[in-house]
């Protein structure tokens, strides 16, 4: 099985941030934030606008963008962009994480 371009997984997704960012420092001396991000919009599917509700871990891995992630208040908007992937490899195939590469602070309104 071959790998798929880098194109072929990637995520923006706006939202609030939910709770405290947590931190720690991984094993390999890796600065790893973590906050939940709640998205809430009306989209149209089918020729109608559907109402979308949602929440999804965001891992921040490394400076600076761990840093970024630590200056969060909970309710902040924020815009993440990034790429998905399994929760780890312990937990089930279903649950999903995003890996952020940008996280910059937004207008929801």
């Not at 790893?32 to 149209?44: D, G, P, T, V």
């Not at 020729?47 to 840093?67: H, K, Q």
């Amino acid at each position: 099985m071959s790998l798929a371009p880098l194109a072929d997984n990637c995520l923006t997704i706006a939202g609030r941030v939910i709770g405290p960012c947590e931190t720690r420092t991984s094993p390999a001396g890796i600065a790893i934030s973590r906050f939940l991000l709640e998205h809430h919009s009306s989209q149209m599917e089918a020729d109608g606008a559907r109402e979308v509700y949602c929440r999804i871990s965001v891992l921040a891995c490394g400076e600076p963008i761990a840093a970024t992630a630590r200056k969060l208040s909970p309710e902040t908007p924020v815009r993440v962009s990034g790429f998905i992937a399994r929760a780890n490899n312990r937990e089930g195939a279903y649950r999903l994480v995003l890996h952020a590469a940008r996280i910059d602070l937004c207008d929801l309104e």
